[in-house]
């Protein structure tokens, strides 16, 4: 089929400009892909996931999904990326997560209203994005990383003891949010490998993309 790269297990469909998931995909490799790359599409519902249950991996970037975004529970699920998309509302996001995908262990949602983080939103800082981070770990309480980081033991306790009040509350402006967001590009952040473990190597050279990053987007204000 046009548009469609399969190398084993793992099969990708990247840039169709589709805006659902095409019935053909399941019904030919719903049985058998373990990693899907749907990323730089159109998409706004994820209905045609239902025949993958064998996936361990999903990649979502760059899409249209919004706070109504429903996954079928795919038990199996290790690695969920989310980023640069349209979900602002977090509460209601994981607590879907929480159930459908109980071996979540990598989350990211860089790009999203959501996750305030100040490579893409000037008025957030790292307070708030750790704020950010002791909620998601309250709510999703096996993951192993976060967006770029590894989750450390220290953030745990945090969350146990205090992530209930960490609420991210949804910014005011959400024009001058998606300004920002536009520069946001998710192609160099790192993804878990089959162990779901990063190598050190890979983080520092995602810390040193995302300062690189953070510089020319200051400078472009």
């Avoid at 602002?88 to 071996?103: G, I, K, N, Q, Y």
């Avoid at 001058?176 to 998710?186: G, I, L, P, Q, R």
């Amino acid at each position: 089929m046009a548009g469609v790269v399969v190398n084993g297990a793992q099969v990708s469909y990247i840039s169709q400009d589709c805006e659902e998931i095409p019935e053909f995909l399941g019904r030919k490799y719903g049985h058998m892909a373990k990693r899907l790359d749907l990323s730089f599409n159109l998409l706004r519902s994820l209905e045609g996931l239902k025949t993958f249950s064998y996936l361990e991996e999903l990649i979502l970037d760059n899409n249209l999904l919004g706070n109504d975004l429903l996954l079928p529970r795919l038990p199996h699920l290790h690695t969920l990326t989310l980023n640069k998309n349209q979900i602002t509302e977090l509460e209601s996001l994981l607590d879907h997560l929480a159930e459908v995908v109980p071996s979540l262990q990598y989350l990211s949602l860089l790009g999203n209203m959501a996750c305030p983080n100040e490579l893409v939103s000037t008025e957030k800082d790292e307070d708030d994005y750790q704020r950010y981070r002791y909620f998601v770990l309250h709510k999703l309480t096996n993951l192993k990383f976060l967006d770029t980081r590894k989750v450390t033991n220290s953030e745990r306790e945090e969350a146990l003891v205090r992530g209930a009040f960490m609420k991210v509350v949804k910014p005011k402006d959400a024009k001058v949010f998606w300004e920002n967001a536009a520069t946001f590009t998710t192609e160099n952040i790192p993804r878990a490998t089959d162990s779901s473990e990063m190598t050190s190597y890979k983080m520092q050279r995602c810390f040193m993309l995302l300062q690189s990053f953070q510089i020319r987007s200051t400078n472009c204000i």
